[in-house]
Structure formats: C-alpha cells, structure tokens
C-alpha cells in the first residue's frame, strides 16, 4: 500500500513540484492549501491530487485536517512543511501583526504538523518529516527579521524533534533553499533580482523542482540514516 504524504502549501510554486514529485514516486499525496480556492481547484483538476483547506498556523485546524485525511486517505506516514508567507519590512517599519503572522504560519505551522501526526508515525515505527526552511534563516536578509528569524527556527526545530523520532523510524529533515524561481521571487524588483543573482556562484536561480528531488530523496526508503540534517540547495550561494 502506497505511503501517504501531506504537502503543506503544496498547490501553489515549490509546494506544487513537490507534489507532484512525490506523486510520481508512487506516494500517495494530498495538497494543504490555505486560501486560494480556485487555484486548488485547477491543481486538482490537472493532477488529480486532493486539496485540503486549512490554515497550518491554527491548531485545532490542522489537528482536524489530518484527521479528516486520515479518515478518507489513510494514515499519514510522510509530512512536509512548505507553507509559508513573508510580510517584509524593516524593524522600525514593521507591525507586531506582520510579526506574529510569519512566526505562526512559517515555524507554528511545522509544529502543529508534527504535534497531529507524530503519534501515529511513531505507532507505525516509520515516518518522514521534512521542513522547508531558508537560505534566509541561515545567513538572514535585510527587512526580514520575521521570516528569518522563523526559518531559522526551523533549523533548530528539525534538529531536536529529529533526536525524537531516531529510535521510532521518524527522520526529521530540512531543505535550505536559495532564491527558486517562483511567483514569489518573481514579485523581487528586477534591479534586485539581478544583484541577486549576481552573487549566486552558478548565476541563475533555481528551479522548483530541484527542490523537489531533495525532499522526495528525504522522504524515501533509502534515506532512513539521515536524520536533523539541513540540505541547502542554493547554487553556492551561501555554504552552511
């Protein structure tokens, strides 16, 4: 019986390639989605791989999506946590709100995916858990004192729910990426985007789907001796 997976923010840039990639491995694969909903429905439509609507940084909302998953899909072996929302500014500039929001949704999200799935992973004595952090959280960015400071939580997250789920078959993994051409990056200014990609060694941004192959390789049978690692998929741009 195929494996089933949960890709939070998973219809919509890296989330959807991941997706996809995972499906194309045999997984069996649902779709968390936020807000979206016609956007949902065509990545439904064009893949035939269910979407969930809830918002990950609510608890009681996420501890009822899984189970409803649960209960149509099956269990939940393979979590990945990639929703995320970013509300720049500088600290001077920035609202408490815009603060909380990122915190919640970015770092929040990944415990409450873990806190409705973690048991049943350990019941079964397998599971896979890979967050989404950023290259951001490693090395910081000017005007995102909110989104670094949440994907470098992330980090520290993954290492010590990893040192959880060793002895139970859980892994708890991370991926670190760079600037990935997606609809995100594309709203960068593009006098910005250029120095940025200047100072990318390989001299262009990434694609969503080499993201992908590293969380389907995190996510598979072969990778059970890696555990509270952090892969950074950035072009060389930052070497963690």
Not at 26 to 51: C, D, L, M, S
Not at 127 to 156: L, T
Request: aromatic share 8%; hydrophobic share 45%.
């Amino acid at each position: 019986m195929a494996r089933v997976a949960v890709v939070t923010g998973g219809t919509r840039g890296i989330g959807e390639a991941i997706s996809l990639t995972l499906k194309d491995k045999g997984i069996t694969v649902v779709a968390n989605y936020a807000g979206n909903e016609e956007k949902a429905a065509k990545f439904t439509e064009a893949t035939g791989i269910p979407a969930y609507r809830w918002d990950v940084s609510d608890h009681e909302a996420t501890i009822a999506g899984i189970k409803q998953i649960e209960a149509e899909v099956g269990p939940v072996d393979i979590v990945v946590n990639n929703a995320g929302i970013t509300r720049d500014g500088t600290l001077m500039r920035m609202t408490y709100a815009a603060w909380k929001e990122v915190i919640d949704v970015n770092l929040g999200g990944c415990f409450n995916m873990a806190k409705a799935t973690f048991e049943g992973m350990k019941s079964r004595g397998w599971g896979r858990i890979v967050n989404i952090g950023s290259i951001n959280g490693q090395a910081g960015q000017y005007g995102q004192v909110n989104y670094a400071a949440a994907k470098s939580g992330i980090h520290g997250f993954t290492k010590a729910l990893a040192q959880e789920g060793a002895r139970f078959g859980i892994t708890v993994n991370a991926i670190a990426p760079g600037y990935i051409d997606t609809d995100m990056v594309a709203a960068v200014p593009q006098d910005v985007l250029a120095k940025i990609v200047a100072k990318v060694p390989v001299g262009r941004l990434g694609e969503a789907k080499e993201i992908a192959r590293g969380v389907a390789f995190l996510c598979g049978e072969d990778a059970g001796f890696v555990t509270g690692s952090t892969l950074s998929i950035n072009g060389g741009q930052h070497m963690y």
